[in-house]
């Protein structure tokens, strides 16, 4: 990155990614979501035909049903690794492409952790214990054993602590979450 430095925000489902990237956001941090470029890589043609062929069910009207097809994969290893093999190295050009241009702090958010390129940055792992994930997420609208297949699909909490360069834990208040943050953005600005 030209400009400034860079950091990855990353932790499993119901950690508070999409927190820390706006307590980031409001310290003056660009935000790169990889989620979002993800969910765009899904409607260029290319890909659609090939999540046509492999899991037609989730193809309607030439358009990927996401939530079809999260049903799909993350219910199978081998087939959610099928889809990463198609959608990664669109969702790493697209954030290498990103960071290339920014200008200042920029944190990419990242919730598969076999995307990530060393190339981004730190990473910032947001952890949070299971149970609370849960009711966080179930909180948000998403059916229980949706939740549950997500987790599965996941790496373990210890496995996401091993990638981490710095761990926020989420457990606590939004303000000690913002507070957390902020100390880490002024330790990652100084160095």
Same mark, same amino acid.
């Given at each position: 990155?030209?400009?400034?430095?860079?950091?990855? /925000?990353?932790?499993? /489902?119901?950690?508070?990614?999409?927190?820390?990237?706006?307590?980031?956001?409001?310290?003056?941090?660009?935000?790169?979501?990889?989620?979002?470029?993800?969910?765009?890589?899904?409607?260029?043609?290319?890909?659609?035909?090939?999540?046509?062929?492999?899991?037609?069910?989730?193809?309607?009207?030439?358009?990927?049903?996401?939530?079809?097809?999260?049903? +799909?994969?993350?219910?199978?290893?081998?087939?959610?690794?099928?889809?990463?093999?198609?959608?990664?190295?669109?969702?790493?050009?697209?954030?290498?492409?990103?960071?290339?241009?920014?200008?200042?702090?920029?944190?990419?958010?990242?919730?598969?952790?076999?995307? /990530?390129?060393?190339?981004?940055?730190?990473?910032?792992? /947001?952890?949070?214990?299971?149970?609370?994930?849960?009711?966080?997420?179930?909180?948000?609208?998403?059916?229980?054993?949706?939740?549950?297949?997500?987790?599965?699909?996941?790496?373990?909490?210890?496995?996401?602590?091993?990638?981490?360069?710095?761990?926020?834990?989420?457990?606590?208040?939004?303000?000690?979450?913002?507070?957390?943050?902020?100390? +880490?953005?002024?330790?990652?600005?100084?160095?």
């Amino acid at each position: 990155m030209p400009d400034g430095k860079s950091l990855v /925000i990353t932790g499993g /489902i119901g950690t508070g990614k999409s927190a820390v990237s706006g307590f980031l956001g409001n310290l003056g941090w660009s935000i790169v979501d990889a989620d979002g470029i993800g969910h765009s890589v899904l409607t260029i043609p290319e890909v659609i035909t090939r999540v046509a062929l492999e899991w037609p069910e989730a193809v309607a009207g030439g358009l990927v049903d996401r939530g079809r097809l999260g049903d +799909l994969v993350f219910v199978d290893p081998a087939e959610l690794a099928l889809l990463e093999a198609i959608t990664h190295p669109r969702i790493q050009s697209q954030v290498d492409t990103w960071l290339e241009a920014s200008v200042g702090p920029t944190a990419v958010e990242v919730s598969v952790p076999r995307a /990530i390129r060393a190339s981004w940055g730190p990473v910032v792992v /947001i952890d949070v214990p299971e149970p609370i994930r849960i009711e966080r997420t179930v909180a948000r609208g998403m059916d229980r054993s949706a939740v549950m297949a997500r987790l599965a699909a996941q790496p373990e909490r210890q496995q996401w602590l091993q990638l981490a360069d710095f761990v926020i834990s989420n457990s606590s208040s939004l303000a000690d979450l913002e507070e957390a943050v902020t100390r +880490l953005s002024k330790h990652i600005l100084d160095q």
